[in-house]
């Protein structure tokens, strides 16, 4: 069963740092790119980071450049957001997503709640 | 950036009822557009992509179409498993963007 599953969440108070990751399973994942997007409480979704499956290429929303940093490990199937200077409004689910076999985000995880507040 | 917009905001129908919705791109992408369905408290889920293509174990009922800037979502016989919030979100370019959002409730 292809399976992502995120974990590292939690409560940060404005300034702070967090790590996300999430592991994968069921799939090939050093062939696929792999994605970070995040959805505010009672909000839409947004798009906040993507990587190639080699790590040659990575990409980030206006909104975290400079302070996220998205990473794999491909022997260890696994995905992560560093995430720093943690704002308020950074404060939403963040999903690790796959994009497999189309151009499209095909596979999802559960989601990690990440409270950003003092 | 290109700006995904989705109309209408939310709307009201039965079991049963043929549902559009509607998806405009603030520049032409082609056919990279993509769906996706979300139920209250879980990850979304992939309906259509490349515009129109149906993802693997999706019902036939729904049915997408468009290219350039105009895309619409079709379910053409609404059930009740259907009622949720469905996104559009162009994957033509960095930094990839989603419409605002369709809340599709019980009439």
């Known amino acids: 069963e292809v399976q992502l599953v995120e974990s590292g969440g939690g409560l940060v108070k404005p300034g702070g740092s967090l790590r996300l990751s999430c592991a994968a399973s069921g799939f090939t994942f050093s062939s696929y790119s792999m994605n970070w997007v995040r959805q505010a409480p009672g909000k839409g979704l947004e798009w906040v980071s993507s990587i190639s499956s080699s790590s040659s290429y990575m990409y980030y929303a206006d909104s975290v450049k400079g302070r996220f940093t998205i990473s794999r490990d491909n022997a260890k199937n696994s995905l992560y957001l560093q995430m720093n200077s943690l704002r308020d409004e950074d404060t939403a689910v963040y999903y690790c997503?796959?994009?497999?076999?189309?151009?499209?985000?095909?596979?999802w995880g559960q989601g990690t709640m990440v409270t950003v507040s003092s | 950036d290109i700006q995904m917009t989705q109309s209408p905001s939310s709307l009201s129908a039965s079991v049963g009822d043929r549902v559009t919705i509607t998806c405009r791109a603030s520049?032409?992408?082609?056919?990279?557009l993509n769906w996706y369905q979300q139920k209250p408290g879980k990850a979304p889920k992939l309906l259509i992509y490349?515009?129109?293509s149906l993802q693997s174990g999706v019902p036939s009922r729904f049915s997408g179409s468009g290219s350039g800037t105009d895309f619409t979502l079709t379910i053409s016989s609404l059930q009740p498993e259907d009622f949720a919030t469905y996104y559009c979100q162009q994957s033509y370019s960095t930094p990839w963007t989603f419409g605002q959002g369709t809340t599709v409730e019980i009439k």
């Open positions: 997503v796959g994009v497999l076999a189309s151009d499209a985000f095909d596979i």
């Open positions: 520049q032409s992408i082609s056919s990279f």
């Open positions: 490349a515009a129109s």
